[in-house]
């Protein structure tokens, strides 16, 4: 019974992390607009198929990140790999207005 709250407990705590960033980096961009372009059906998309891809490639792209870490070290480029690999999944899942795909 105590490893079945704990997944509970776990899975909860990720789904809540995910809801809240999302929802504070719409509050650090300033104002909310009102007048987005992006029509409905393109935001749904983007909220369903899109932004879950997004962290799924964030979480992957960290895996490869500390796993590639000794070698992008010995080449002298672990900001590239950094920002390939991490800051540009994350930022493009969280940074980004709902249904604007570039």
């Known amino acids: 019974m105590g490893e079945w709250i704990r997944r509970t407990l776990v899975v909860v705590m990720v789904v809540a992390l995910v809801f809240t960033t999302t929802g504070f980096s719409a509050l650090a961009q300033g104002e909310l607009q009102l007048d987005n372009k992006a029509p409905a059906e393109s935001m749904v998309a983007d909220f369903c198929v ?10 992957v792209g960290t895996a490869f990140f500390i796993v590639s870490l000794p070698f992008s070290a010995l080449g002298r480029n672990t ?18 207005p709902l249904g604007e795909v570039d």
Do not use: Q
């Open 50 to 59: 899109m932004r879950p891809l997004g962290i799924g490639a964030t979480v």
């Open 79 to 96: 900001g590239t790999a950094w920002n390939k690999m991490v800051a540009d999944p994350f930022l493009f899942t969280f940074a980004r």
